[in-house]
């Protein structure tokens, strides 16, 4: 399968996000916590060099809670901050503030010696498209402003949406594009419908889940289409498995492995196999990935 995506577009936004970037103290960061790794684009290393730096682990609802504290600290190994949300419910929102001045505390602390008052932070949010950036900024924006009770002065102004007196954040998202440069990473953002499925082979995808899902998930794969456990378990016979399970068939019986794929993908998507994550953290894996 070869996964390409909007190639175009990418030299525009990378000068926007650029040009944007120079107005900014803080880089809030969204990952998929499914995909920590192949959700980042490592050029915003270089872009945001000299800013404070903030990863927020998006749709950690979706992933594996193990996971999702092994990638936290492998984060904060690497000289992020770090927290876990879930920008559709706001879950873990009450530590972005906290989190933020611990990020900015130089900052801070250089304006309190310089004598500059009342200076806010400002921030953007960066991430690959369908990460949460839109939901998360409006969730969080909606949330803070509010509990400032949308009073003259908290504007929701054209380009900075302003959360307190102390934090501001430009109100358009930094949109980074993936690195195709394995073709592990471009299976990973297929699977968790980064791409469009149109350009997608569903049953190649489904297989290639199938065969992570049997390894690491296996009683919840099985527990989902009520499949006994046999032996040689290959994807191929488990995709047999969801045809039975789903009824999925053409004419005369013949199995319909394209739709069986649809719905195990789409299973898997929204969360019904269970919080599932695709990549452990591994020491090296990300200057590998530069
Ligand atoms: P973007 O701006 O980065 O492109 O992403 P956007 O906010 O549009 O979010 C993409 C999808 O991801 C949306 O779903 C959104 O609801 C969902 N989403 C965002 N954050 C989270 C999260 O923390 N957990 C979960 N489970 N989902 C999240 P959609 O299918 O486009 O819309 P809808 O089904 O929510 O209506």
Sequence with gaps: MNYQWYPGHMTKAKRMMQENISLIDLVIELVDARIPLSSRNPDIDELGKN?????????SDLADPEANRQ????????????????????????????????ACKEKIERDRKRGIKNRPVRAIVVGIPNV????????????????????PGVTKGKQWIRLNKDLELLDTPGILWPK????????????????????????????????YLLEHYREAL???YQAAAEEEM??????E??????????????????????????????????????????????????
């Design 51 to 59: 800013k404070s730096r903030l990863i927020l682990l998006n749709k």
């Design 241 to 290: 498995l969801i045809c039975e399970n789903r009824k999925c068939y053409k004419k005369g019986q013949e199995p319909d492995y394209e739709k069986a794929a649809a719905i195990l993908v789409d299973d898997f998507r929204n969360g019904r196999i269970g919080r599932i994550t695709l990549e452990i953290c591994e020491k090296g894996q990300e200057e590998e990935q530069k």
């Design 180 to 211: 195709f440069e394995s073709e592990e990473v471009g299976k990973k953002l297929a699977m968790i419908g980064s791409m469009n499925d149109d350009i997608l082979q569903m049953t190649e995808l489904a297989s290639e889940l199938l065969a």
């Design 71 to 102: 990638w936290m600290d492998c984060f904060k190994e690497r000289g992020f901050h770090v927290l876990e949300v879930n920008a559709k419910t706001g879950q873990g929102f009450r530590a972005i503030w906290p989190k933020v001045q611990e």
């Design 132 to 151: 949460g950036k839109s939901t998360f900024i409006n969730s969080f924006a909606g949330k803070a402003c509010a509990k400032t009770g949308n009073k």
């Design 222 to 224: 099985l527990a989902r």
């Design 234 to 239: 290959t994807p191929l016979r488990m995709l």
